[in-house]
């Protein structure tokens, strides 16, 4: 559980940190779409893919955001892409290149598009992680509500109740590395007493799950009573009409950054729409003769 690193917010006065939370949700959206864009050439799938991913290293490298906690938390994903691999290895997929056969079991061919598919997937998330922690570490959880709730203001012609919504997700985030460092206090606090979460069978982990579960609901119940009476005595009325001692404003950065960031947008989306033009020999193909994915 200490490997989850994700709702961490990190201090630092960097050029990221300064950047307005409104501009930074909105470039997190962009390059989420930037993540999600394929090409038909692979090779042009990789270029794409290694620009984004330098790109997203870059930015991390500049506000501080540590590339120990990024493997750190892809080890706790090794589950997901291990299933994720059975998936793609076992479940038939018409898409799949039929030729290249890498190997059999049992007489059930696995083929070399089921890994590349996954590796696909697998850099995708991984980049997706990225985005996620970089605006996680440097906005402020109020911070980070103010930007939801300025993009939700339209709503509340509708009586759309946009103030209650972004609190919401904000102590919501607020709150997951606190639930993390209490169930790492739950699991030791349960060893002590006998419970081993490391061995034995089947039946003996679920009974040993439900010594760390019902602890931890009854914990994260009793730390939300705590906040809603916190929350009650200095005066908070979501539905009151509130002032802000800090205005968010834009600045010059916000502009540079959106300009960096709609830079390589665009530039990915010109390789998407002229793939074919930019790219004629595959270099997966021409590396382990395995045809270009279509």
Same mark, same amino acid.
Request: contains cysteine; hydrophobic residues 55%.
């Given at each position: 559980?200490?490997?989850?690193?994700?709702?961490?917010?990190?201090?630092?006065?960097?050029?990221?940190?300064?950047?307005?939370?409104?501009?930074?949700?909105?470039?997190?959206?962009?390059?989420?779409?930037?993540?999600?864009?394929?090409?038909?050439?692979?090779?042009?799938?990789?270029?794409?893919?290694?620009?984004?991913?330098?790109?997203?290293?870059?930015?991390?490298?500049?506000?501080?955001?540590?590339?120990?906690?990024?493997?750190?938390?892809?080890?706790?994903?090794?589950?997901?892409?291990?299933?994720?691999?059975?998936?793609?290895?076992?479940?038939?997929?018409?898409?799949?290149?039929?030729?290249?056969?890498?190997?059999?079991?049992?007489?059930?061919?696995?083929?070399?598009?089921?890994?590349?598919?996954?590796?696909?997937?697998?850099?995708?998330?991984?980049?997706?992680?990225?985005? =996620?922690?970089?605006?996680?570490? @440097?906005?402020?959880?109020? #911070? +980070?509500?103010?930007? $939801?709730?300025?993009? /939700?203001?339209?709503?509340?012609?509708?009586?759309?109740?946009?103030?209650?919504?972004?609190?919401?997700?904000?102590?919501?985030?607020?709150?997951?590395?606190?639930?993390?460092?209490?169930?790492?206090?739950?699991?030791?606090?349960?060893?002590?007493?006998?419970?081993?979460?490391?061995?034995?069978?089947?039946?003996?982990?679920?009974?040993?799950?439900?010594?760390?579960?019902?602890?931890?609901?009854?914990?994260?119940?009793?730390?939300?009573?705590?906040?809603?009476?916190?929350?009650?005595?200095?005066?908070?009325?979501?539905?009151?009409?509130? =002032?802000?001692?800090?205005?968010? @404003?834009?600045?010059?950065? #916000? +502009?540079?950054?959106? $300009?960096?960031?709609? /830079?390589?947008?665009?530039?990915?989306?010109?390789?998407?729409?002229?793939?074919?033009?930019?790219?004629?020999?595959?270099?997966?193909?021409?590396?382990?003769?395995?045809?270009?994915?279509?």
């Amino acid at each position: 559980m200490n490997n989850l690193t994700f709702g961490r917010f990190s201090p630092y006065n960097t050029f990221i940190h300064k950047l307005d939370p409104r501009n930074k949700i909105f470039l997190m959206i962009v390059l989420f779409v930037c993540v999600f864009l394929k090409v038909t050439v692979w090779s042009s799938t990789l270029i794409m893919s290694g620009v984004l991913f330098l790109f997203l290293i870059s930015v991390m490298l500049l506000s501080k955001v540590s590339l120990l906690s990024l493997l750190k938390s892809l080890g706790a994903m090794w589950i997901l892409f291990l299933f994720l691999l059975v998936i793609y290895m076992f479940v038939p997929n018409p898409a799949y290149d039929k030729t290249h056969v890498a190997f059999t079991i049992n007489n059930y061919p696995v083929y070399y598009d089921a890994f590349i598919q996954w590796g696909y997937i697998v850099i995708r998330l991984v980049m997706m992680l990225m985005v =996620t922690m970089i605006l996680t570490s @440097t906005t402020k959880p109020m #911070d +980070l509500t103010y930007g $939801l709730e300025w993009y /939700l203001t339209p709503l509340k012609i509708v009586k759309f109740p946009a103030h209650i919504v972004a609190m919401t997700l904000s102590i919501a985030l607020r709150f997951i590395p606190t639930l993390i460092d209490e169930t790492n206090r739950i699991i030791k606090a349960q060893s002590s007493r006998g419970v081993d979460f490391n061995h034995g069978g089947i039946f003996k982990r679920f009974r040993a799950i439900f010594a760390l579960i019902i602890p931890l609901f009854v914990s994260a119940i009793t730390r939300s009573e705590e906040l809603s009476d916190a929350m009650e005595a200095r005066g908070y009325d979501p539905y009151a009409k509130r =002032t802000r001692y800090r205005k968010l @404003t834009f600045h010059l950065c #916000d +502009l540079f950054a959106l $300009l960096t960031v709609l /830079l390589v947008f665009g530039a990915i989306l010109t390789l998407v729409i002229y793939n074919n033009h930019f790219v004629t020999v595959d270099i997966i193909y021409w590396i382990s003769g395995v045809k270009p994915i279509i």
